[in-house]
């Protein structure tokens, strides 16, 4: 078992809200079981191993359903009545968050190493840093929204794949919707973010984008492992994720 540091200045804060339709099912996408456990769950023992200072779940379809899956873990619950949009989510659990960093997770990213989470936090603590994101490096990135960077290597923005011009949609570096940031930096910014966007929405990835403008500074934290950023929308990815999962326990060889 990996042995996270402890990060006791951190608040999780799991986004869980969304129904999942692709996964052609009634029940909400997070509590689709891999290897017996809800989707979200297993992004819940990974913060348990981070030794975090709370862990909050932002809940809107079939909440009380998943309000009960996640009650085990002794996690906050914060409601989102509305989908609008993963910076709407965020900034419906800003009361039960009272740490300096924010760690923003995917509720159904089952596959997240510790060690990965674990380099995030430490790289964003060093850096003191507004914010710290994570990026995999995909040879077929599909529609995940892109990392775009200046010639010095650096993140200067996110686009989603729906708001992406071709060139942009040609960039192997997609956006894991992992993140840190800085507390005071995330909500002051978050209450700025308009949803003039392809879809309607309030997007949390336009914070990074106004820090970088703002001269904050922003980290980029870069995996070669897709699985380990692999989120589940499909029957298909569920299965592959479980092909993953299975490998792991297994070990190499």
């Known amino acids: ?17 969304g129904k999942g339709t692709r996964m052609g099912s009634d029940k909400a996408k997070v509590l689709h079981e891999l290897a017996g456990t809800p989707l ?24 009380e359903q998943v309000a009960a899956a996640v009650a085990p873990y002794g996690a906050a619950i914060a409601v989102q009545d509305r989908q609008l949009g993963t910076g709407h989510a965020v900034l419906c659990a800003e009361p039960a968050i009272s740490t300096d960093a924010v760690l923003v997770l995917c509720g ?6 510790v060690a990965l989470l674990d380099e995030l ?21 599909g529609k995940y929204g892109r990392m775009i960077t200046g010639p010095d290597g650096r993140l200067t923005r996110i686009v989603e ?20 940031f800085h507390a005071g930096d995330l909500f002051g910014a978050l209450k700025r973010v308009r949803n003039d966007n ?15 403008a703002s001269g904050k500074p922003v980290e980029l934290v870069v995996t070669d492992d897709p699985g380990a950023v692999m989120g589940v929308n499909t029957p298909q990815d569920l299965a592959e994720a479980e092909r993953v999962y299975l490998q792991r326990q297994r070990g190499p060889g």
Do not use: F
């Not at 914010?131 to 077929?140: F, L, N, P, Q, Y």
């Not at 794949?161 to 840190?180: C, F, H, M, P, Q």
């Not at 392809?198 to 970088?212: C, K, N, P, S």
């Open 108 to 113: 159904d990213t089952p596959l997240i190493p």
């Open 121 to 141: 936090l430490g790289r964003h603590q060093r850096a003191l840093a507004a914010c710290t994101v994570v990026a995999a490096r995909m040879k077929d990135p």
């Open 40 to 63: 979200v769950g297993h992004v819940l023992d990974a913060c348990k191993m981070l030794r975090l200072a709370a862990s909050v779940v932002v809940v809107g379809h079939q909440r």
């Open 198 to 212: 392809a879809q309607g929405e309030y997007y949390l990835t336009d914070v990074v984008g106004m820090l970088v």
């Open 1 to 17: 078992m990996t042995t996270a540091n402890q990060h006791r200045d951190v608040t999780a804060v799991i986004l869980a809200a």
């Open 161 to 180: 794949w729906k708001d992406a011009t071709e060139a942009e949609r040609a960039v192997d570096l997609i956006n894991s919707g992992i993140y840190v």
